[in-house]
């Protein structure tokens, strides 16, 4: 279980310094970010299920349309990155809806924040998603 926190961690901090120092084009962004987020649900669940995986990477589903068009990176995120997604996707599953929170969790702290509500992004701040990080892989690294 250390080595996968570890690797988790590792994932997270390699995509978000190329993210942030890099400057690369949107797509890359996207490259870079899913498997971040999945990192990130990783170490918010320790025995993930497929369907709470799924939901890990389905709200950035979202993003296909964009990218015919001519997307850039901080692009405000399509509406249905908001909570109102969140109660069908429970309907279906709740493991699905509760990796769409763990999605949640790192594109809050990611610019342009989120539209949780439908309109106006949130953010927080993104020293709080990299505590989240190295706290939840201390408490899956530890022995039990
Ligand atoms: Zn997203």
Redesign the pocket.
Known sequence: MRRLALACVATIAVADYVIKRRDPPWLVVGLLDEPAHLATAILCNPTPGRAYLAGSLL??LDHVPLAFGSPKPGDP?PKT?SLYAILPAALVSRDLAAGMLA?FAR?LALDPGLPLLGGRHFRVPYGTYALLVLASAYSRSRPC
Do not use: E, K, S, W
């Open positions: 709200p950035d995120r990155h999605h594109d």
